[in-house]
C-alpha cells in the first residue's frame, strides 16, 4: 500500500523513526519477551498502546523494519529471501504479491483469524498472505479549484482525456510507485490490452504530469491538500478525502469513484525466518480486531476483516467504490514488467 497514503498518515508515521523502531516500555533491559522483527512499508502507523497491549498479553515485542513503499518493500524481500531481513512482511500489496509468491518469499500459515474477513482477498491456496487491509487507487480531485473556476468536474478515465483538463492531471509512476502501478493497472482493466496504450497516448497528449511517488504528486504537485501544487487532479486513494476536512466538517477533496482500481494489502511469515512460531503470532494480531479497528484513522485504508466499525465521517466523505477495477493475480504477474516497459516508452519519449 499504500502506498500513501494521505497526508496525516503520514504525518502521523512521521512520529515514528524511519528505518528500524523497537517498540518497547521505555528503556528496560529485556530479559523475557521475545522480539519478532516486521519488514513493512513507511506508512506503518500504529498507536503504541496498541503495540504495548500486543506485548503485554502475549510477550511478544514487535521491532519494526520500514522498508520504502509497496515495490521497494516486495524488491527487498525478493532480494534477501535467502537471509531474510525480518520474520513478517506487512505491506506487500496485490500489484506486487504475485512477485513475492512465485518467488518463494513466505511460507504457509492459516491464520485463525482469517475467517473474518479477510479470506473475501484471499490469492494464494497456500495460504501463504492473509488480507489486512484494502485501500483503493481512484482518481481525486480538488472541488474547490473547480468550484472558484466554474469548471465542471471530471467524473470518468474518459473525461481525464478531454481538452477541458489540460495539464490538470498528476499521476505516479507505474515503474516506482505502488499507486502509480495500480493506476495503470486499472486502464488495462478499463481499456483491455488493445485500447491501453491508446488511452495513455491521449492522456500524454492532454499534458499529464508523471512524478516518482505518492508524496511528490499529492502533497507537491496536487493543489486540495497542502495547497502547494497547480494540478487539481492526481491519483491517491479513495480514503484520501477524510484526511482533508476543512473546519466546516466538509472533505475540500473527492474521489471519483468510477476510476478505482482495487489494491489489497497482506501480511505473512517470511520463509526462513529466526521466529516461526512467534511471527504467526504476529500476523494473527494484524488481523485481529484489537489492530484492525486502528487502520482506518492510522493507515488511512479500509480494514480487511469485517464487522470493524469505521470513523462516522467516512461514510460520508470516504465511502468505498461498489465496482472498482481489478485483474486476476496470474495476469498481473504474467503481464507486469512488459506493460511496465510498455508504459514507460510510451510517456517517457
Known amino acids: 500500500m499504500r502506498s500513501l497514503r494521505a497526508v496525516a498518515a503520514l504525518t502521523l508515521a512521521g512520529t515514528l523513526t524511519a528505518g528500524c523502531t523497537l517498540f518497547s516500555a521505555g528503556d528496560q533491559e529485556e530479559s523475557g519477551p521475545v522480539t519478532v522483527t516486521i519488514a513493512t512499508h513507511e506508512s506503518w502507523s500504529v498507536p503504541q498502546q496498541v503495540l504495548d497491549a500486543f506485548r503485554d498479553q502475549t510477550g511478544i515485542r514487535i521491532n519494526v523494519h520500514k522498508e520504502g513503499d509497496a515495490g521497494e518493500l516486495t524488491n527487498k524481500l525478493v532480494l534477501t529471501k535467502d537471509d531474510p531481513i525480518a520474520d513478517v512482511a506487512f505491506g506487500v500489496d496485490s500489484t506486487f504479491a504475485s512477485r513475492a509468491l512465485a518467488e518463494g518469499v513466505f511460507e504457509p500459515y492459516t491464520s485463525p483469524e482469517g475467517d473474518r474477513g479477510p479470506q473475501r482477498y484471499s490469492i494464494d491456496p497456500q495460504n501463504r498472505l492473509s488480507a489486512v487491509d484494502v485501500g483503493d487507487v481512484c482518481v481525486n480531485i480538488d472541488t474547490e479549484w473547480f ?102 466538517g466538509q472533505p475540500r477533496t473527492k474521489a471519483l469513484l468510477d476510476t478505482c482500481y482495487r489494491q489489497v494489502e497482506y501480511a505473512g511469515v517470511l520463509a526462513g525466518g529466526s521466529q ?74
Open 147 to 248: 468550484a472558484e473556476r466554474e469548471l465542471a468536474e471530471p467524473t470518468s478515465l474518459d473525461d481525464l482525456t478531454d481538452s477541458r483538463y489540460r495539464d490538470l492531471l498528476v499521476v505516479e509512476n507505474a515503474a516506482t510507485s505502488s499507486p502509480g502501478l495500480a493506476f495503470l493497472l486499472g486502464t488495462i482493466a478499463s481499456y483491455g490490452e488493445d485500447g491501453w496504450q491508446d488511452y495513455w497516448s491521449k492522456l500524454k497528449d492532454n499534458g499529464v504530469l508523471v512524478v516518482s511517488g505518492w508524496t511528490e504528486a499529492y502533497t507537491q504537485e496536487f493543489s486540495g491538500s497542502s495547497g502547494q501544487g497547480d494540478r487539481p487532479i492526481v491519483v491517491s486513494y479513495a480514503s484520501s478525502p477524510a484526511a482533508e476536512l476543512g473546519d466546516d
Open 276 to 349: 516461526t512460531s512467534e511471527a504467526g503470532k504476529v500476523v494473527d494480531f494484524l488481523l485481529s480486531q484489537q489492530f484492525q479497528s486502528t487502520v482506518a484513522e492510522n493507515m488511512f485504508v479500509y480494514p480487511a476483516r469485517a464487522g470493524v466499525a469505521l470513523p462516522a465521517h467516512w461514510e460520508r466523505v470516504a465511502p468505498q467504490p461498489e465496482e472498482p477495477a481489478t485483474l486476476p493475480g496470474e495476469r498481473v504477474e504474467s503481464g507486469r514488467e512488459e506493460w511496465i516497459k510498455q508504459w514507460r516508452a510510451l510517456v517517457e519519449n
